[in-house]
């Protein structure tokens, strides 16, 4: 039996192509997805991998040798594939690697209606399918069609975001080499947009930068071209293009949590009292928006299987993350970097000022950012961080790692990776000082028991 633990992750299957994962695991994995489900049809769209290819043909044809059909949407987005499983109600598969490099591929996978698969909402099922032989289908073979549906889910993104009366904009927009080359153009299609194009060449080798715009280092060609552009705003896209990040009209580059507060301030004004989700690492600015603005925020852990069930069981409107993910109730609780996009946009055109001043308001705290360290034992170091600062702090919990906050305001949060030995801090403190003095007292705690 194979052994396939180390592909099959806690949100999707992952892995360096072909040695780690190849077209037969894929193939098995397309079989077992539809035997999970019961499916009789389902949906597929994959990146611009050269790999993606030849491994959305197999999974469908797994899927189509247990008698389901497949609708084929070929190249796209992760956002656009959870539209085609929103809107036709039908299980989907995503093949895409997002940020990692090119040497990687997986596979994202849901329920009809967008709803996530994990390790324990059935990923683990189809693991130990796979490993152990997926049986033989009924014996009908489904079909595969191909279907292009990038119309279509720019059209629904118009219906929930108005940009009918926004001001003429230029915005610079770096794809990375990624999906984001294929939507912008469509989403954006339209509007008063004057676009600076960056990298909307479709390359799974990535031969300009990672597209992992977390990174601050992936998001300095924007930064330059909105500065020698005088652009209104930049926008930022990973190879999945299921995030967004934005630098301002000055180059800076805004916090996620600042878009969180924005979007969620827009979702409230439409629906007084809403809900809104964030998770531990959003500032602390984004519930303190949310509250004044007459809405309910909640807590949750990092990850979007925990914000998709928070926003299930709450019936949140929005949801935010650190890592420039974004949720919407109205998108089938799923997170889209377009969508994001179209909200920031209809922001700043809605109005005649500069995005720093529209912004603002919502950055009301500093932060780090989110900082990882090598650490042998991870359990350990936090252990150790928490006796020095429970004794002084004004609360501690233990909702996703560490959190501790203080009476001035500041606060950090210490946990450890799901796939590395790392510990991630993020903190923030009610001014640049407090925080980097607590920023750098950690670290070195964390750090000086570290392995050399």
């Not at 491994?55 to 987005?77: K, R």
């Not at 809605?350 to 950012?369: F, T």
């Not at 790692?401 to 450890?416: H, K, M, Q, V």
Request: charged share 20%.
């Amino acid at each position: 039996m194979r052994d396939l633990s180390r592909i099959f992750k806690a949100y999707d299957v992952r892995g360096v192509v072909p040695a780690e994962f190849d077209a037969e695991i894929a193939r098995q994995t397309g079989a077992a997805f539809v035997r999970l489900l019961d499916a009789e049809r389902i949906v597929t769209a994959h990146d611009m991998r050269e790999s993606s290819i030849p491994l959305a043909a197999a999974f469908a044809e797994g899927a189509a040798s247990q008698g389901a059909d497949v609708i084929a949407a070929g190249l796209g987005s992760t956002d656009l594939l959870y539209f085609a499983a929103g809107s036709l109600d039908i299980p989907g598969a995503m093949f895409t690697a997002s940020h990692n490099p090119a040497k990687y591929n997986g596979i994202k996978l849901c329920r009809a209606g967008a709803a996530p698969i994990g390790q324990e909402t059935g990923l683990a099922e189809i693991r130990a399918m796979v490993e152990q032989g997926v049986p033989d289908g009924p014996g009908r073979v489904g079909t595969v069609t191909s279907r292009d549906l990038l119309a279509d889910y720019a059209r629904h993104l118009h219906t929930l975001v108005d940009l009918s009366g926004i001001r003429p904009l230029t915005v610079a927009v770096d794809a990375g080499n990624g999906m984001g080359g294929l939507t912008v153009p469509a989403a954006f299609a339209g509007l008063p947009l004057t676009v600076i194009p960056l990298y909307f060449e479709l390359d799974g080798s990535f031969p300009n930068h990672e597209a992992n715009p977390i990174e601050p280092a992936n998001l300095r060609d924007l930064q330059a071209a909105v500065r020698s552009s005088g652009a209104d705003l930049g926008l930022a896209f990973d190879g999945d293009a299921d995030r967004c990040f934005v630098v301002d009209e000055r180059g800076e580059i805004v916090s996620p949590s600042v878009i969180t507060a924005l979007v969620a301030d827009r979702e409230l004004a439409h629906e007084p009292g809403g809900t809104i989700i964030h998770n531990v690492i959003v500032s602390r600015g984004v519930p303190e928006l949310v509250a004044e603005r007459g809405g309910v925020p909640v807590r949750t852990r990092v990850g979007h299987s925990f914000i998709k069930a928070e926003m299930a069981r709450t019936g949140a409107i929005f949801g935010g993350e650190h890592s420039g993910h974004f949720y919407f109730r109205d998108f089938w609780r799923a997170d889209s970097g377009m969508l994001a996009a179209l909200h920031v946009l209809a922001a700043l055109g809605g109005q005649p000022r500069p995005l720093s001043d529209l912004l603002g308001g919502y950055a009301r705290y500093s932060a780090s950012g989110e900082i990882n360290s090598e650490v042998a034992d991870a359990v350990a170091a936090m252990s150790a961080v928490e006796k020095v600062y429970a004794p002084h702090a004004a609360d501690v919990d233990h909702l996703d790692g560490l959190t501790i906050s203080f009476a001035d305001g500041s606060w950090f949060n210490l946990r450890p990776s799901n796939t590395e030995p790392l510990l991630r801090l993020n903190v923030e403190g009610p001014d640049d000082a407090t925080m980097r003095r607590l920023r750098d007292e950690i670290l070195a705690q964390v750090r000086s028991g570290r392995e050399s």
